[in-house]
Nanobody
């Protein structure tokens, strides 16, 4: 079991920035991937960004150029730097873990999930 704990959510005005963090407990098995998902009320969970251990990343189109996913393997931490935030970025954000070496933004590919952290962007 991999335990994931998110932090860093909050409220911000449009155009502002937030940085999300997700600490995992280190019980990962190589190779593995980590990702950020989000879910707004009444909408399906959406893959935002994913990363694998070699540093390869992928992003959903709507956040490219605004969000940056990164990981600190020594600190067992996944981060999501979110800049130029828009009201449509408002959602609960979750980090997720999967075993394997491939990049995915499909929720069904991930085995373990954090509890989520709320991001609210006002216009």
């Amino acid at each position: 079991v991999v335990q994931l704990v998110e932090s860093g959510g909050g409220s911000v005005q449009a155009g502002g920035s937030l940085r999300l963090s997700c600490r995992h407990d280190g019980s990962t098995t190589d190779p593995y991937g980590l990702a950020w998902f989000r879910q707004a009320p009444g909408k399906e969970r959406e893959g935002v960004a994913a990363i694998i251990k070699n540093g390869d990343t992928t992003y959903t189109h709507s956040v490219k150029g605004r969000f940056t996913i990164s990981q600190d393997n020594a600190k067992n931490t996944l981060s999501l730097q979110m800049d130029r935030l828009k009201p449509e970025d408002t959602a609960m954000y979750y980090c997720a873990y999967r075993s394997g070496a491939l990049l995915f933004l499909n929720a069904e590919k991930y085995n373990y999930w954090g509890q989520g952290t709320q991001v609210t962007v006002s216009s």
